[in-house]
């Protein structure tokens, strides 16, 4: 695949996990769990290793963390995603368990630099999810959401979560290249 429906997939994966998180975390008890995980696994460190999780993504958390996200739904979510991504589904599913570690530890990095709580948290996903539901012209997020059971997230203002990752990312792979 080229560059460019690279960066789209890797977009529109990141929403989908984002707007799986903010469902997650929109009610109380949701966000609650998140704020505990991030506070005791996701710090932020993943970002002084991501050569590593980018290389041997299998070992890392990715698979953990999409089994509490997406749960029983992860394969309809990775053919959904691959069906409008025109790429196979297998492929989908490794990309997600890198870039799921790489936003639990944006959050979890958000949280301790802001000195959030579980609220505080929420309001960023539900923030970052409206912004990637603004920017879904093919519908796949909204898809999704119907499969994870919820619709679409609304409140809070996101600070720019998915585009830190997605810049990391390319620096990352420019200096790869």
């Keep these: ?12 994966t990141l929403g989908v996990l984002t707007g799986a998180l903010a469902k997650n975390s929109s009610e109380e ?9 991030l506070e005791k696994d996701h710090d932020g460190s993943v970002f002084d290793r991501v050569g590593d999780l980018i290389s041997d993504a299998a070992q890392g958390p990715g698979a953990g963390i999409l089994g509490h996200v997406l749960g029983s739904q992860r394969p309809a979510v990775e053919t959904e995603i691959g069906r409008q991504a025109g790429v196979d589904s297998s ?3 490794g990309l997600m368990e890198t870039l799921a570690p790489l936003l639990m530890g944006a959050l979890g990095r958000e949280k301790r630099e802001q000195g959030l709580d579980a ?6 996903l539900a923030g970052e999810s409206r912004q990637a539901e603004e920017r879904d012209d093919g ?20 600070g720019g979560l998915l585009s830190k990752i997605l ?9 790869r290249s």
């Design 119 to 124: 609220g505080g948290i929420a309001s960023i």
């Design 139 to 158: 519908g796949l997020l909204g898809t999704v959401m119907g499969m994870l059971g919820g619709g679409s997230s609304s409140g809070g203002g996101g």
């Design 167 to 175: 810049g990391l990312l390319g620096g990352l792979f420019k200096r």
């Design 29 to 37: 008890e949701g966000a609650r769990a998140l704020d505990q995980a």
């Design 91 to 93: 492929k989908v599913g």
């Design 1 to 12: 695949m080229d560059s460019d429906q690279a960066s789209g997939l890797v977009r529109s």
